[in-house]
C-alpha cells in the first residue's frame, strides 16, 4: 500500500488495446467493455483518492482480469439451472416439472423454425391452436373436447367466468382451497364474477347440503381437489358419481378442479392411487381442470377438458385470447401426451414419473459415493453421514403419501464454533455455479438424492470444488 505517493492509472485506450481486452470486446461488445473499463478506471480514481492503491493494483493487466470477472457475472443469465435436492420433485418454486428429451426437441425447433401453430396443413385455411393436443387428450381422458390455457388458475377462472358470471357456484366448505401462491377458491370465484354458494361444514358435507344449496341462480356444482391438505377423521364428502346424477337432473353442469393432472393409475408404478383425468370423466364431470406441469410431467399450462358444447362456450370467451399458451407450451405438450399412449415405456420415459419411481436404494449408492468427497471439501467443520429420508411429490399431490429416499445429511462438528453453520452452509451451496438446493430440518442440512440422476451426478462432483469457504 502507497500513500501519498502518486499511482498513474492507464489510459481507457490503452486498456483497451491490451490483448486480454481485445479478448473481451470480442466477446462482449465495444461499447459493454468500455463502459466497463471506465466504471472500473474511476473505481480505482476514489479510491487512490483515498490513498488506497498500489502499483501493481492498477496495472493493465489486473485491470483486465478484474474487468473480465465484471463481464462475465454481468452476462450471467439470472434465470439459473440448479440441483434440487430439496426432497419434492415437482416444487413449484423450481420450476415444477423436468420435460422429457421427445418435448425438448421439439421446443428446439419451435424456436427456430415457423409452425402450423394456426394453419391447417390439409386445407391451407387458418386453424386453432388447440386442435393441435385436442385429438390426444380426448384419447387420454375420455372426454369430448378440450382446450388449454396459461395454467390451471387461468383455466379454472375460465371455467368460472364463462359458466357462473353473475351467478351461484355450489362448492363444499371442505374444499374451499387456498394452493400456495395466492390461488384461493373464494377469491377467483370472486374475481371470475361468480357467486360462490358454500354448503356443508368442513369435515362433512352430504348431498342432501348439495341439493338443498341448488335454486334458480346455481349455474354450476364444483368439487375442488384438496391438493396440498387432508381431512381426517369424522369427515364426509359427496363423490362425484352422486353429485353428477343430482346436478343433471337439474341440467346444471358438474366441474371438477382436479389440480394435479393424473393421465394414468400411478398404483401400477408403485405409488399411491391419485384420482385420473378419465376417472372423473367417466364418473360424470362435464368439466375437468388441471395442471399442465404437475404429475402428468409437462410444460406449465392449464388443460380443460370435457363436454363439446362447454368446451366451445369456454373458447369463444375473450379471456381465452388473454389467457392462451405460446407455440413454446404446444411444442412441449404434445409429446409429453404422447408419451402417454406406452403405459408400460412411461416410467423410463416421462421424467417425473421416473424420479417419482427411482428405488431408494438407487439412491442409497449414490450416497455412499458422494459422502467422502463432500466430507472432504466441508472439513472438520461438518459431519456428513448417510440417511434415510422422504420425499414429496410436491405441488399439492397427494400431500400426505411420501416416497422413501436416501441421501446425506450434515450437521455441525461437535465443538465446532460458527455462529450459524447449517444457514452459512446453505448459502455456500446456493453460491455455486450451478447452485444446489438442499433442506434443513432439526438442526441437519438434508440432501436428497432422489433428483440427481446418474447422468448429473458428475457434474454435481466436478463443482464441489469450487464450495468458498
Ligand atoms: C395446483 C392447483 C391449482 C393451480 O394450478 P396452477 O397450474 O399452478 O395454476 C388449482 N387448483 C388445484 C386444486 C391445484 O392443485
Redesign the pocket.
Given at each position: 500500500m502507497t500513500t501519498g505517493q502518486t499511482v498513474r492509472l492507464p489510459s481507457v485506450d490503452r486498456i483497451l488495446g491490451d490483448a486480454a481486452c481485445l479478448e473481451l470486446i470480442a466477446q462482449y461488445g465495444r461499447v459493454q467493455t468500455l463502459a466497463c473499463a471506465r466504471v472500473l478506471l474511476a473505481e480505482l480514481r476514489a479510491a487512490m483518492l483515498a490513498g488506497a492503491v498500489c502499483e501493481e493494483g492498477a496495472s493493465i493487466a489486473l485491470i483486465a482480469a478484474q474487468m473480465a470477472e465484471r463481464l462475465q457475472s454481468q452476462s450471467r443469465s439470472q434465470l439459473r439451472a440448479v440441483f434440487n435436492l430439496s426432497g419434492t420433485v415437482l416444487h413449484t418454486n423450481l420450476g415444477r416439472a423436468l420435460l422429457p428429451d421427445a418435448a425438448v426437441q421439439a421446443v428446439v425447433e419451435a424456436l427456430q423454425w415457423p409452425m402450423n401453430l394456426e394453419f391447417d396443413l390439409d386445407t391451407g385455411k387458418r386453424g386453432d391452436r388447440d386442435d393441435l393436443v385436442e385429438q390426444l387428450l380426448r384419447e387420454l381422458t375420455g372426454a369430448e373436447a378440450a382446450t388449454i390455457v396459461n395454467?390451471?388458475?387461468a383455466a379454472?377462472l375460465l371455467m368460472l367466468n364463462t359458466l357462473a358470471q353473475g351467478k351461484e357456484v355450489i362448492v363444499s366448505r371442505g374444499e374451499l382451497?387456498e394452493?400456495g401462491g395466492a390461488?384461493r377458491i373464494p377469491d377467483v370465484m370472486m374475481r371470475a364474477g361468480a357467486v360462490l354458494r358454500e354448503v356443508g361444514s368442513t369435515n362433512r358435507t352430504h348431498a342432501h347440503d348439495y341439493a338443498e344449496g341448488i335454486n334458480q341462480h346455481t349455474a354450476l356444482l364444483m368439487k375442488?381437489?384438496c391438493?396440498n391438505y387432508a381431512i381426517t377423521g369424522f369427515t364426509k364428502s359427496v363423490e362425484l358419481d352422486e353429485l353428477a346424477p343430482l346436478a343433471a337432473k337439474h341440467a346444471i353442469p358438474t366441474a371438477v378442479?382436479l389440480?394435479?393432472g393424473t393421465l394414468v393409475d400411478l398404483a401400477p408404478y408403485g405409488l399411491p392411487h391419485e384420482t385420473t383425468v378419465r376417472e372423473t370423466i367417466a364418473a360424470g364431470a362435464d368439466l375437468v381442470t388441471f395442471?399442465g406441469d404437475?404429475l402428468l410431467g409437462g410444460p406449465q399450462c392449464?388443460v380443460i377438458v370435457g363436454r363439446a358444447d362447454l368446451i366451445a362456450q369456454i373458447k369463444r370467451n375473450p379471456l381465452k385470447r388473454a389467457l392462451r399458451v405460446g407455440k413454446l407450451t404446444l411444442a412441449a405438450l404434445e409429446p409429453v401426451l404422447r408419451l402417454y399412449r406406452a403405459p408400460d415405456l412411461l416410467a423410463e420415459r416421462l421424467s417425473t414419473l421416473r424420479l417419482l419411481t427411482r428405488p431408494a436404494a438407487a439412491m442409497r449408492a449414490q450416497a455412499e459415493t458422494l459422502l467422502p468427497p463432500l466430507q472432504a471439501v466441508l472439513g472438520a467443520a461438518y459431519v456428513v453421514t448417510m440417511e434415510a429420508m422422504k420425499s414429496q411429490i410436491g405441488?399439492?399431490a397427494l400431500p400426505v403419501d411420501q416416497l422413501p429416499s436416501f441421501g446425506l445429511g450434515v450437521r455441525s462438528a461437535p465443538g465446532a464454533r460458527l455462529s450459524n453453520p447449517l444457514g452459512t452452509l446453505e448459502q455456500r451451496l446456493r453460491a455455486l455455479p450451478r447452485p444446489v438446493i438442499g433442506r434443513i430440518a432439526q438442526d441437519t442440512l438434508l440432501l436428497d438424492l432422489r433428483c440427481l440422476e446418474a447422468a448429473h451426478q458428475a457434474a454435481f462432483l466436478a463443482q464441489l470444488g469450487e464450495l468458498r469457504p
Amino acid at each position: 500500500m502507497t500513500t501519498g505517493q502518486t499511482v498513474r492509472l492507464p489510459s481507457v485506450d490503452r486498456i483497451l488495446g491490451d490483448a486480454a481486452c481485445l479478448e473481451l470486446i470480442a466477446q462482449y461488445g465495444r461499447v459493454q467493455t468500455l463502459a466497463c473499463a471506465r466504471v472500473l478506471l474511476a473505481e480505482l480514481r476514489a479510491a487512490m483518492l483515498a490513498g488506497a492503491v498500489c502499483e501493481e493494483g492498477a496495472s493493465i493487466a489486473l485491470i483486465a482480469a478484474q474487468m473480465a470477472e465484471r463481464l462475465q457475472s454481468q452476462s450471467r443469465s439470472q434465470l439459473r439451472a440448479v440441483f434440487n435436492l430439496s426432497g419434492t420433485v415437482l416444487h413449484t418454486n423450481l420450476g415444477r416439472a423436468l420435460l422429457p428429451d421427445a418435448a425438448v426437441q421439439a421446443v428446439v425447433e419451435a424456436l427456430q423454425w415457423p409452425m402450423n401453430l394456426e394453419f391447417d396443413l390439409d386445407t391451407g385455411k387458418r386453424g386453432d391452436r388447440d386442435d393441435l393436443v385436442e385429438q390426444l387428450l380426448r384419447e387420454l381422458t375420455g372426454a369430448e373436447a378440450a382446450t388449454i390455457v396459461n395454467n390451471n388458475a387461468a383455466a379454472v377462472l375460465l371455467m368460472l367466468n364463462t359458466l357462473a358470471q353473475g351467478k351461484e357456484v355450489i362448492v363444499s366448505r371442505g374444499e374451499l382451497v387456498e394452493i400456495g401462491g395466492a390461488f384461493r377458491i373464494p377469491d377467483v370465484m370472486m374475481r371470475a364474477g361468480a357467486v360462490l354458494r358454500e354448503v356443508g361444514s368442513t369435515n362433512r358435507t352430504h348431498a342432501h347440503d348439495y341439493a338443498e344449496g341448488i335454486n334458480q341462480h346455481t349455474a354450476l356444482l364444483m368439487k375442488v381437489h384438496c391438493s396440498n391438505y387432508a381431512i381426517t377423521g369424522f369427515t364426509k364428502s359427496v363423490e362425484l358419481d352422486e353429485l353428477a346424477p343430482l346436478a343433471a337432473k337439474h341440467a346444471i353442469p358438474t366441474a371438477v378442479d382436479l389440480g394435479s393432472g393424473t393421465l394414468v393409475d400411478l398404483a401400477p408404478y408403485g405409488l399411491p392411487h391419485e384420482t385420473t383425468v378419465r376417472e372423473t370423466i367417466a364418473a360424470g364431470a362435464d368439466l375437468v381442470t388441471f395442471s399442465g406441469d404437475k404429475l402428468l410431467g409437462g410444460p406449465q399450462c392449464g388443460v380443460i377438458v370435457g363436454r363439446a358444447d362447454l368446451i366451445a362456450q369456454i373458447k369463444r370467451n375473450p379471456l381465452k385470447r388473454a389467457l392462451r399458451v405460446g407455440k413454446l407450451t404446444l411444442a412441449a405438450l404434445e409429446p409429453v401426451l404422447r408419451l402417454y399412449r406406452a403405459p408400460d415405456l412411461l416410467a423410463e420415459r416421462l421424467s417425473t414419473l421416473r424420479l417419482l419411481t427411482r428405488p431408494a436404494a438407487a439412491m442409497r449408492a449414490q450416497a455412499e459415493t458422494l459422502l467422502p468427497p463432500l466430507q472432504a471439501v466441508l472439513g472438520a467443520a461438518y459431519v456428513v453421514t448417510m440417511e434415510a429420508m422422504k420425499s414429496q411429490i410436491g405441488s399439492g399431490a397427494l400431500p400426505v403419501d411420501q416416497l422413501p429416499s436416501f441421501g446425506l445429511g450434515v450437521r455441525s462438528a461437535p465443538g465446532a464454533r460458527l455462529s450459524n453453520p447449517l444457514g452459512t452452509l446453505e448459502q455456500r451451496l446456493r453460491a455455486l455455479p450451478r447452485p444446489v438446493i438442499g433442506r434443513i430440518a432439526q438442526d441437519t442440512l438434508l440432501l436428497d438424492l432422489r433428483c440427481l440422476e446418474a447422468a448429473h451426478q458428475a457434474a454435481f462432483l466436478a463443482q464441489l470444488g469450487e464450495l468458498r469457504p
